[in-house]
């Protein structure tokens, strides 16, 4: 299978992941990064995939990167984590701007809880529990906070 095959035949396996063109190399066992930004630089062109500056969905750093153009209308279930809450972002700023809501209230501190449970290996406590979101082996307590950063707001405090 050539390169131009392997490379289309990911990212349409990984539909509504965005790759930049190192982690695309280093998925496919390239030997150069450069074989990766020929193809995707051409499949950039076609009606099938996008090429763009954003967040690569693996690395998480701000570069090119190359995805399957999502089906209208988007199918949730094929987008990684990363791009709902880039998603969700843009629709929460559209309805503040059409004043359907005032706070930018978000699922971030849940999202947060789910993330430090499952990293620490913690119990995660249900909502009704008072002063504590998780426990460890160990039976101590945590409160886990979190915060979405937010453009209008430059402000980085808790």
Known sequence: MDIAAQVSGHL???AGVNLCDDCLAEDLDLSRRQQAFRVTSALGTTGEFTR??????KCALEKLVTGVKPHEPACLNTLSVTRLFTEHAKIEAELRARNVIRSANSPVGDYAETLF???FGWQMQGASV???DALDSENVRYQIKARKLNSEKTSRQL
């Open 12 to 14: 349409r396996k990984l």
């Open 52 to 57: 763009e500056r954003g967040t690569c969905d």
């Open 117 to 119: 449970c499952t990293a």
């Open 130 to 132: 008072k002063g504590y």
